[in-house]
């Protein structure tokens, strides 16, 4: 079935990064639960950001349990919208709901998520550069983790080339990135 932008029902606002606003959605005919997340193109000169058609094909190519999908792209005059599956909450979130007590046998099994997702992106020639606690979307009932927000994510080839030192937010920066490594792996 293809499927468009207008077939969702925005419900609630989840969250806002530096490249677009994220909301949870309903598809109007199935009831089916997706995130949206809208990357706007206004005042963008070439079109299409290179940043968001990195992220819209690593995706396409990481299928993964511990990865979030991606289902569908939408392109508007004004929008890029990607059509997410919908996960309950980021682990950030989720620890301040439960008063930051997260029970051993979870923590045992969201690191092992965590690296299971991380191993299968590193097969791939992918550097995810941005994992935080709040890019780590989490389905506790399930008690499913995934990797999210691909945003800063790089291919990456042998030899290793130099990449930006810009990547994460400073807190959760790799010890070499901060010592001014030249290049990271």
Known sequence: ???????YEKLERLGEGTFGVVHKARHRETGEVVALKKMRLEGEEDGV?????????????LKHRNVIELQHV??????????????????KQYMRSIGNK?????????????????????????????LKPQN???????????????????????PLRTYTHEVVTLWYRAPEILLGAKEYA
């Not at 079935?1 to 077939?7: E, T």
């Not at 919208?81 to 309950?88: A, K, T, V």
């Not at 780590?136 to 042998?158: E, I, W, Y």
Request: proline share 3%; aromatic share 12%; charged share 20%.
């Open 136 to 158: 780590l979307l989490v389905q506790p009932a399930k008690g499913l983790l995934k990797l999210g927000d691909f945003g800063l994510t790089r291919a990456f080839s042998l």
């Open 74 to 91: 939408f392109h508007t005059e004004k929008a890029l919208h990607l059509c997410f599956e919908y996960c309950d909450s980021d682990l």
């Open 1 to 7: 079935m293809k499927r468009s932008y207008s077939d």
């Open 102 to 130: 997260l029970p051993a046998a979870a923590v045992q099994s969201y690191c092992w998520q965590l690296l299971n997702g991380i191993s299968w992106c590193h097969s791939h020639r992918i550097f995810h550069r941005d």
């Open 49 to 61: 950001p290179a940043t968001a058609l990195r992220e819209i094909a690593i995706l396409r190519e």
